[in-house]
C-alpha cells in the first residue's frame, strides 16, 4: 500500500475529516454505564464512550470524563460506584440518562430505571441490567498531554467488589454467553452504536496453549 493510499493528519492541526475518526477506529467500544451517588446520598447515572477493563487480579475496570462531571465528583467524594451492563433493550434508556439535568435531579427517574442498592457498596445499581461491577475507587488520574500539559480529562479507575450476574447469562457449565446478553458499543459518529450475535464469533487458540 503506497502512501497515496493512505489518509495522513497530525490531530494537534485537526483531522480534516466531517467527524473525528478516532471514535470510529478504536471501536466498537464498550460502554460505561456509571451510577454514584454524592456524599447527600443523590444519585446520578450516565454512559460513558471511553471505558474498558484492565486487570484481572484484582479486576480492575475504568472510565474517562471530558470535564469534571457529577459521576467524576460524586466517585471522589465517596470512592465508590457501579457499572451497569448496556444491553439493546436498554439502549434507549441508556441515552435518556446522558440528558443534562440540573445537579442533583435523578437520571434514574428520568430514563425510567430502577435504582436496586449494592451489596458492598452504597451507589445504586440499574435493577434492569443483567450485570452490574460493584467498584471501590482506586486511581482518578487527570491526563496530560505528551508535552506535560494538563488536560480536562479524568481517568477514573476502580477495583471490582462484587458482581451481579443474571442467571440466564450463564451457559450449563457456568460459561458467560456475551452475545446472549445482546450488550450495546459505541462505535464512530455523532448516533453509531453496535451490537453483537453469535454468528459473527471465531475462535482463536494462543500458541502458548496450543
Known sequence: ?????????????GH???????????????IGWISSRNTLGQ?????????NCFNYRPPIIGFASSGWKDSVANIVETGEFVWNLTTRSLAEKMNESSASLPAGCD????????PLPGSRVAADRVG???????????QCIQLQSAAG???????????????HIARHLLDENGI?????????LRAGGPSAYYGISEALRFDLIRPDAR
Open 16 to 30: 480534516g475529516l466531517p467527524h473525528d475518526p478516532l471514535n470510529a477506529i478504536v471501536g466498537p467500544r464498550p
Open 176 to 184: 458467560y454467553q456475551t452475545a446472549l446478553a445482546e450488550p450495546v
Open 107 to 114: 437520571e434514574f427517574e428520568f430514563a425510567g430505571l430502577t
Open 128 to 138: 434492569e441490567s443483567p450485570v452490574n461491577f460493584e467498584c471501590k475507587l482506586t
Open 43 to 51: 444519585r446520578n447515572l450516565a454512559p460513558y464512550s471511553f471505558f
Open 1 to 13: 500500500m503506497s502512501a497515496d493510499d493512505r489518509y495522513f493528519y497530525e490531530p494537534a492541526k
Open 149 to 163: 500539559e494538563k488536560i480536562e480529562t479524568w481517568l477514573v479507575l476502580g477495583e471490582v467488589v462484587a458482581v
